[in-house]
T-cell receptor, first 111, second 116 residues
Framework: EAQVTQNPRYLITVTGKKLTVTCSQN?????MSWYRQDPGLGLRQIYY???????DKGDVPEGYKVSRKEKRNFPLILESPSPNQTSLYFC??????????FGAGSRLTVL | AQSVAQPEDQVNVAEGNPLTVKCTYS??????LFWYVQYPNRGLQFLLK??????LVKGSYGFEAEFNKSQTSFHLKKPSALVSDSALYFC??????????????FGTGTRLKVLA
């Protein structure tokens, strides 16, 4: 089944404790992206990647890092999480057809 | 700057009635426009897109959207709403950056509530 898989789905952590949210797709898509969803703000793009070793900032990249060493994986790294990064995070991938396939989401709480 | 606006936080409609969820956009070039739907505790799912061609595009679950260039709008419509259509709907535009890279810009979402 074609899908985007995110882990963990739920995470509670404390300020400053580094964490990684993994994202993997099995559709051989070149494009991958991370979004955060906050009430009243919709989805905001954090980072995106056009292909392996090619990444670029979205609208809200501060406090996040990404890497794209393999085509299928696009992890999101929070080096030193803060409470304002408490949010619902989505990974997505897409092809030249422009349609995005989203993961099920990862709900992160930073205390 | 490129942007997408969904002016209604919530739309209520009776089952069986037509529904419209509004979206307006601002982009520098030709827009690639999309609608996605999010059900509770799920990721976003693609509904339909406009790239070029006929201004009326049809998508999944009986939804359609009309591209209006002069009004820079891309409203989502359905002739007869179902209770199961209740969800959060997002309009999105693809920004074709000058360097050939691109990113998607999403609206803030409209919650559709279909009343039985």
């Amino acid at each position: 089944e074609a899908q985007v898989t995110q882990n963990p789905r739920y995470l509670i952590t404390v300020t400053g404790k580094k964490l990684t949210v993994t994202c993997s797709q099995n559709m051989n898509h070149e494009y991958m992206s991370w979004y955060r969803q906050d009430p009243g703000l919709g989805l905001r793009q954090i980072y995106y990647s056009m292909n392996v070793e090619v990444t670029d900032k979205g609208d809200v990249p501060e406090g996040y890092k990404v890497s794209r060493k393999e085509k299928r994986n696009f992890p999101l790294i929070l080096e030193s999480p803060s409470p304002n990064q408490t949010s619902l995070y989505f990974c997505a991938s897409g092809s030249g057809a422009n349609v995005l396939t989203f993961g099920a989401g990862s709900r992160l709480t930073v205390l | 700057a490129q942007s997408v606006a969904q002016p209604e936080d919530q739309v209520n409609v009776a089952e069986g009635n037509p529904l419209t969820v509004k979206c307006t956009y601002s982009v520098s070039g030709n827009p690639y426009l999309f609608w996605y739907v999010q059900y509770p505790n799920r990721g976003l799912q693609f509904l339909l897109k406009y790239i070029t061609g006929d201004n009326l595009v049809k998508g999944s679950y009986g939804f359609e959207a009309e591209f209006n260039k002069s009004q820079t709008s891309f409203h989502l419509k359905k002739p007869s709403a179902l209770v199961s259509d209740s969800a959060l709907y997002f309009c999105a535009v693809r920004d074709m950056g000058g360097s050939g890279t691109y990113k998607y810009i999403f609206g803030t979402g409209t919650r559709l509530k279909v009343l039985a």
